[in-house]
């Protein structure tokens, strides 16, 4: 059953734009309204949760804690959908003589008053045809309808007509608008991606209904929408798996923080919050990095034999003295041989533990080799005199007896060699040796370590070891984070101790406050009868802990590096290296995973050569690919440039093909790069002026033009910020631009990003792809050959 019938048309033939506009405003409004009062009443049950609930102390407790988790959820999820609440209406053909449906498809399902839907869920199934009725195959449909608001106002409506003879003659005359996407396309940017929720083709969706389970990779080309279908791959999940997911959550990895700024309201504006948005420079809690290396460094870095590189200096951290042990020890020389070191050091490591918890091991094994040794040499001295006495034939019987006892006992037994280690333990000389054998390590001190002496890296040759060398105290780069990731891996925490010691303090915490809630019920005279009925003194010091402030879902996980994420989505896939896809694949053992990206637009030196490289090693033959081969975004005058450098980097790659052929063709400009401020202004004067005051402009420069440019630009924002978004001109490198796309595009210094880099053809593509308005291409001398079609 449909929501409603579809409205009334104005019977005046030159009202009838008017009149649909109208019509549509009316049921509009009617759903800001019930999304309103939706709003007080998660509202009023935020406030009511904390009393809510019955039976037990302990199920009221439980029950209260649900309810505001839920009303908390629910509310985030209200508040994210007011941007464009309805953007989508459907009517089916009629049917056996009955009128057909009418659906209205927005960012949430409501329901009125009696529990009839009066708005339907995009992602579920009712609303599919929205997004799959083509001209070919419309399905049941008649019209599509788009609703384009502003706030809450309807302000155009776009129609796509399936079956005119299913409209009678004053629908027909409410037909209205141009092709909906097209009109997204033309809008200008804003700095962040534009809600497109309403404009996904059936391309785009098969991508975002695809099923959960498995490795999906999306190939598309620059324009073809991969990231949108992406984002709302992710929401539908969601909605679809949401018992799965709700309790894992999932993580999108982007390129940079001003694409993760560009997305950040995609999500909530679906409907949508417990996802984790990073870099790879922030998938280590507790590091945020940003800087990248040079090509050659990224390489080695990136090299899957890094692992091997990371674990040989983990295992030099395992030391064995040649000769053995000495320690001296009050006035004793302590002493464990070197074949003994060596059993304890094997032992230990054949716990096939991280290095931090064989630690303990190795230091317990050590300790009592310690102990025994001084036990032995403490007995060798009380033997000299008696041994003395017997060899002189004075030792009476009885004393021989003794001596035979002795001998066949233990030298220590279980208490004695745990107070002698204990003792031990606590001799700076001691710990200080220990410590120099199994070090305790963080990640950073290994790496840190590893870059000041490359040497230990065996599995390197000698020219890349030299690659890895840094000063000390370096900011970490972007190529560090899979290398720390990698050793926390094989370090471990070893928190045994501290474990201990949480356990004891909450077990004193939890005595002090049932003893203070004892005095408090002994006080009140009510206390028999609150024990009666089940509430005593463990009751009231439970009900009034403070357990401070619970954490979502994506909060937990983005603090733990060991989180097992329900799917990951990587967005620009294709640069990452082979260390950052394990670092990946550990955040996600279940390999439900949407792999996004064009191994045309490979920037990296370390990135993908192609998607079998990187994923064959954990999923070999078990990934799908699903190719997105139309560009929405680049207008076909821009793209036929594109293709031609593409065709002569990249000659195994198809470009997707342009549906748009509405703006100008490139230019070519020779002009010094002190007068780029006057050409920034005429060409924000062509995209800026429109009725929703919009437009960007970005200047893609070469990384040796990008001092002249930011002096000639002072006004202009700079780099991969998410500040940069908000302001009309940004300077960025082609990687800084990478997933980004702006009205207008003036690529500087063509030749010097070819030149760059080894992927610098790559580069370039994806800098002549960023426009969907105007491109003009500024260099000093000749133009490459590459672009030699573009006319000056």
Known sequence: ?????????????????????????????????????????????????????????????????????????????????????????????????????????????????????????????????FYTATTVAPGTLARRRHLHLRGRRVVRLDDEVFDLDALDEEQRREITGEAALLAALRRGRTGRMSDVVATIQREQDQVIRSDLHGVLVVQGGPGTGKTVAALHRAAYLLYTHRDVL????????????????????VLPGLGETDVVLATVGELYPGVRASASD????????????????????????QRIPEGGLKVDVEGMTLHVDEETCTLIRDTARGL???????????????????????????????????????????????????????????????????????????????????????????????????????????????????????????????SDVPLLDEAAELLGVDDAAERARARAAELARRADDELYAREVLANSGVAEMLEAGGFGAAHLAYRHEDHGPRLTTAQRAAADRTWAYGHVIVDEAQELSAMA?????????????????????????AGAASWGDMLDPYVPGRWREQRLLVNYRTPAAIMKVAEEVLAAVAPDQTPPVPVRDDAPPPRALALPVDALAELVRTELNDVAPDDMGEGRLAVITSHARRPAVLAALPDAAVGATPEALDSPTVVLTCTEAKGLEFDSVIVVDPAGMLAESPKGGQDLYVALTRATRHLTIVHNGDLPPLLAGVEG
């Open 294 to 317: 040079e090509p050659a460094v990224a390489v080695v870095k990136g090299d899957p034999r890094m692992a091997d590189a990371v674990e040989e200096a983990v295992r030099a951290r």
């Open 246 to 265: 709700e309790r894992r959550g999932v993580l999108i990895v982007g390129p940079n923080a001003t694409f993760l700024r560009y997305i950040e309201q």
């Open 581 to 605: 896809w394990r670092t990946l694949m550990r955040r996600v053992p279940t390999r439900s995973m949407t792999v996004v990206g064009d191994i045309a637009q490979t920037g990296s030196a």
């Open 352 to 478: 096939r533990l991280p290095h931090n918890v064989q630690r303990r091991r190795f230091v317990h094994d050590m300790l009592e080799a310690l102990a025994i040794d001084r036990a032995e040499q403490y007995e060798r001295l009380m033997d000299e005199p008696l041994e003395q006495i017997i060899a002189e034939g004075g030792t009476p019987p009885w004393l021989r007896e003794l001596l035979d006892e002795a001998e066949d006992a233990p030298l220590l037994d279980e208490t004695d060699l745990r107070l002698a280690k204990e003792a031990l333990w606590h001799d700076p000389s001691v710990r200080r040796a220990l410590d120099g054998l199994w070090p305790e390590t963080t990640p950073q001190q290994l790496l840190a370590g590893l870059y000041a002496d490359p040497d230990v890296a065996t599995v390197l040759t000698p020219g890349e070891r030299a690659l890895l060398r840094r000063p000390a105290g370096a900011p970490w780069t972007t």
């Open 1 to 129: 059953m449909g929501i409603r019938q579809a409205p009334p048309v104005n019977p005046d033939p030159a009202g009838g734009r008017e009149a649909a506009l109208r019509t549509e405003q009316e049921y509009v409004s009617h759903l800001y309204a019930r999304l309103d009062e939706e709003r007080a009443a998660a509202e009023e049950s935020l406030r009511a949760a904390p009393v809510a609930g019955g039976g037990s102390v302990i199920q009221a407790r439980v029950e209260s804690t649900v309810a505001t988790e839920e009303a908390a959820r629910r509310l985030a999820r209200l508040g994210g959908v007011e941007p464009g609440l309805c953007f989508g209406r459907i009517d089916h053909r009629p049917a056996d003589g009955e009128p057909g449906d009418t659906f209205y498809i927005g960012r949430i399902g409501l329901r009125d008053a009696d529990h009839e839907p009066i708005l339907i869920d995009w992602r579920a199934a009712a609303a599919r045809p």
